[in-house]
């Protein structure tokens, strides 16, 4: 399985550090936040990795390389202009190949196992979701049964919303009626979950949307306190 690292965001939010750096470079305890992925990958078992990237992404390929120092292959899909996530997904396809996918947002920080991703999934994707952080507390979908509904909050109570993660399972043919250009991932996995085809999990250990100087703080802590 294959493995894409979605790093093509502008980390406003941490602003002016990411005006010359970007965000998947900006480094906890001295290592930049990508590297962590791409060895929690690599231990893993995922070897094949694609990396989308826009702002300032020459850096990223610059300090990353063809992956060789991690154990792993990478190739980059470059993107000109903001695709969100969508469309920077569709845009990597004709590189992912036609088989389910890992892909995780370079911008959080978690210890999730991403080796449980490797067993077969059925449906069209399988979402990774967490207990809803401080700064997200309605949550984004609803787990039941192994399977994601997208009730609204007002039908629910938050403690049965859960916050998606930024790590999930997709196959390629979610994407099946997509065209070129920007959109958001989104709208597609709604419309599976309305057919039942979107079945997820609840990681219950770390996970840090590492978004702001505070989140980066946070993640520093937790290191700090692994060293």
Same mark, same amino acid.
């Given at each position: 399985?294959?493995?894409?690292? /979605?790093?093509? %965001?502008? #980390?406003?939010?941490?602003?002016?550090?990411? &005006?010359?750096?970007?965000?998947? @470079? +900006?480094?906890?305890?001295?290592?930049?936040?990508?590297?962590?992925?791409?060895?929690?990958?690599?231990?893993?078992?995922?070897?094949?990795?694609?990396?989308?990237?826009?702002?300032?992404?020459?850096?990223?390929?610059?300090?990353?390389?063809?992956?060789?120092?991690?154990?792993?292959?990478?190739?980059?899909?470059?993107?000109?202009?903001? /695709?969100?996530? %969508?469309? #920077?997904?569709?845009?990597?396809?004709?590189? &992912?190949?036609?088989?389910?996918? @890992? +892909?995780?947002?370079?911008?959080?920080?978690?210890?999730?196992?991403?080796?449980?991703?490797?067993?077969?999934?059925?449906?069209?994707?399988?979402?990774?979701?967490?207990?809803?952080?401080?700064?997200?507390?309605?949550?984004?979908?609803?787990?039941?049964?192994?399977?994601?509904?997208?009730?609204?909050?007002?039908?629910?109570?938050?403690?049965?919303?859960?916050?998606?993660?930024?790590?999930?399972?997709?196959?390629?043919?979610?994407?099946?009626?997509?065209?070129?250009?920007?959109?958001?991932?989104?709208?597609?996995?709604?419309?599976?979950?309305?057919?039942?085809?979107?079945?997820?999990?609840?990681?219950?250990?770390?996970?840090?949307?590492?978004?702001?100087?505070?989140?980066?703080?946070?993640?520093?802590?937790?290191?700090?306190?692994?060293?």
């Amino acid at each position: 399985m294959k493995a894409m690292i /979605l790093a093509a %965001g502008k #980390g406003e939010r941490l602003r002016p550090l990411t &005006l010359h750096t970007p965000k998947p @470079l +900006v480094r906890a305890a001295g290592v930049p936040l990508i590297e962590y992925h791409i060895r929690a990958l690599a231990a893993a078992g995922f070897t094949e990795l694609v990396i989308n990237h826009a702002w300032l992404g020459a850096q990223i390929e610059a300090y990353l390389g063809d992956g060789e120092q991690f154990g792993v292959s990478i190739v980059y899909s470059a993107e000109g202009e903001p /695709l969100e996530t %969508g469309g #920077g997904i569709f845009r990597a396809l004709p590189l &992912l190949g036609d088989q389910p996918f @890992l +892909v995780v947002n370079g911008d959080i920080f978690t210890d999730y196992p991403f080796a449980e991703l490797r067993k077969a999934h059925e449906g069209l994707a399988h979402l990774v979701l967490v207990e809803n952080p401080a700064h997200h507390q309605t949550g984004d979908f609803c787990l039941s049964e192994g399977l994601l509904t997208d009730a609204p909050a007002s039908a629910n109570t938050a403690a049965d919303r859960y916050t998606y993660s930024g790590i999930a399972v997709l196959d390629p043919a979610l994407f099946n009626n997509c065209t070129a250009g920007a959109f958001k991932l989104a709208p597609l996995l709604r419309e599976a979950m309305s057919r039942g085809q979107v079945s997820g999990e609840l990681h219950k250990g770390c996970w840090v949307d590492v978004g702001t100087f505070e989140r980066l703080a946070e993640v520093e802590q937790l290191l700090a306190a692994e060293a």
